[in-house]
Nanobody, 117 residues
């Protein structure tokens, strides 16, 4: 019943910025973690950033450290991903993810991010 809905993707030039948002479509218990993954053509899906909602501790893939920032809004079960200084290699479909408990996870449908001149 619950869905994760992403927004904010689009086409930007190298060096530009985008802000992705992910929100649950219905009220849920606070997930253990929420985060963003991405998948480029011909590549495996990879983690971009994950935040532990209780503590606010975040982890980032090395390729985005210093450029991307993940943040949370616990009241809305919403996660944001601020992406700055975007590069062509950031082009991918970005998927929101929630770890609801020890056995259940939830994925969004994905939003396209394209970085091109």
């Amino acid at each position: 019943q619950v869905e994760l809905v992403e927004s904010g993707g689009g086409l930007v030039q190298p060096g530009g910025s985008l802000r992705l948002s992910c929100a649950a479509s219905a009220s849920i218990s606070t997930p253990i973690t929420m985060g963003w993954y991405r998948q480029a053509p011909g590549k495996q899906r990879e983690v971009v950033a994950v935040i532990m909602l209780r503590s606010g501790i975040a982890n980032y893939d090395d390729s985005v450290k210093g450029r991307f920032t993940i943040s949370r809004d616990d009241a809305k079960n919403t996660v944001l991903l601020q992406m700055n200084n975007l590069k062509a290699e950031d082009t991918a479909v970005y998927y929101c993810h929630a770890k609801l408990d020890f056995v259940q996870t939830l994925w969004g449908q994905g939003t396209q991010v394209t970085v091109s001149p």
